[in-house]
């Protein structure tokens, strides 16, 4: 079974710029997640999507959103870009059933200059 | 606000000893624990989970202690191998809006001397 994807893995964008990341979930994961890792402040929730509804959201601007597809494939949009944006971006998607275990993608590696 | 995980961050062992990480929480609201292993380059690597209802719970070579009393989250490998050098996570687990949240601690570096 293939893992979560990510693409791109790495992206470089000047400060004002807008991205968008995408992730695609294990296949049957209908649950995917968001998360957002720098060295300053470690992983920090961002977002988790199921059946094209967000249901939780963490604490970060409104710059920053999502949205989940029919086949469960999910994006995140990161509007006028920032220094501070620079991160890992890291998607992870899991079960319904099997709400513990959340299976991570790589990541896309966002460079804001 | 609350958060998990305070201790860092890196831990030296030798090949064939135990190792022992330590996580801190603040939430004594949380359904359950994970610990994630992070190697350089890729996303976190799910080893072990504990809901709060639970003290211990064992895996293949790793035992995840709960003490809730000082709220409090242990890793222990066991004949530890080069191959578990790798960054650590313990994460927070909240069933919320039907949902699960994670809320990750700052992670600790192991390092396997050989």
């Known amino acids: 079974k293939a893992g979560v994807t990510q693409t791109p893995r790495y992206l470089i964008k000047t400060r004002g710029q807008q991205v968008t990341l995408s992730c695609s979930p294990i296949?049957?994961?209908?649950?995917v997640s968001w998360y957002q890792q720098t060295p300053g402040q470690g992983l920090q929730f961002l977002f988790e999507?199921?059946?094209?509804?967000?249901?939780n959201k963490g604490n970060f601007p409104g710059r920053f959103s999502g949205r989940q597809f029919s086949n469960s494939r999910s994006e995140m949009n990161v509007s006028t870009l920032e220094l501070g944006d620079s991160a890992l971006y890291l998607c992870?998607?899991?079960?319904?059933?099997?709400?513990?275990?959340?299976?991570f993608g790589p990541g896309t590696r966002l460079t804001v200059l | 606000g609350e958060s998990v995980g305070l201790h860092l961050p890196t831990l030296s062992v030798q090949e064939g000893d135990n190792s022992i990480i330590n996580c801190a929480y603040s939430n004594s609201a949380s359904d359950y624990f994970i610990w994630y292993k992070q190697e350089s380059g890729k996303g976190p690597q799910f080893i072990i989970d504990i809901r709060s209802n639970m003290d211990k719970r064992q895996g293949q070579r790793v035992t995840v202690l709960l003490n809730k009393t000082v709220k409090h989250l242990s890793l222990q490998i066991a004949a530890t191998q080069p191959g578990d050098s790798a960054v650590y996570f313990c994460?927070?687990?909240?069933?919320?809006?039907?949902?699960?949240?994670?809320?990750f601690g700052g992670g600790t570096r192991l390092m396997v001397k050989p």
């Open positions: 296949s049957g994961h209908r649950s």
């Open positions: 994460a927070e687990g909240r069933v919320f809006n039907a949902g699960n949240m994670l809320t």
């Open positions: 992870a998607s899991s079960l319904v059933v099997s709400i513990n275990e959340q299976f």
């Open positions: 999507y199921f059946s094209e509804t967000q249901r």
